[in-house]
């Protein structure tokens, strides 16, 4: 006969956690303008590492001459689609006119990634959706 919590029972408890503290970030922080959006900032190429964390980048860093200078902002969204979301706005449509997003996450297909009056995001997604696909 075992005693205690079962390791499956930790985990299942941690997850649960997880789970209620994404759940609890995610309705405190939606639409409250926490973060930088990109299009706030100054770039010719961004790269976007959805779920890097800095710290792991930075542990590399010198294994690659291209990096640079490894910086970090707070994000305008807690998950990817939010995030999404919040950074293809209206208030930013001439920008988004002019940028090339290559992307394959699946919450790409549920959000109109192009503000009214902005086509040239979805016929590049298509486009590009359509090569991946091949």
């Known amino acids: 006969m075992q005693s205690g919590i079962s390791l499956p029972g930790i ?4 997850k649960e956690a997880y789970s209620g503290w994404v759940f609890t970030w ?3 922080t939606h639409g409250r ?7 706030e900032e100054d770039w010719d190429c961004a790269i976007v590492l959805d779920a890097c964390r800095v710290d792991a980048l930075k542990a590399v ?13 707070i994000s305008v969204g807690s998950t990817s689609k939010e995030w999404m979301f919040n950074t293809f706005t ?12 290559i ?10 990634l192009e503000p ?3 086509s040239t995001m979805s016929k590049q997604r298509k486009h590009i959706s359509a090569s991946i696909a091949m």
């Open 116 to 118: 009214e009056g902005c």
């Open 61 to 73: 860093a010198d294994e690659y001459d291209f990096l640079g200078e490894i910086g970090s902002n």
């Open 11 to 14: 985990r299942s408890i941690a």
């Open 33 to 39: 303008g926490i973060g930088t959006n990109i299009f």
């Open 103 to 112: 992307t394959d996450n699946t919450f790409s297909r549920d959000i109109e």
């Open 26 to 28: 995610t309705a405190l």
């Open 90 to 101: 209206a208030a930013h449509k001439g920008e988004i006119a002019e940028t090339t997003y």
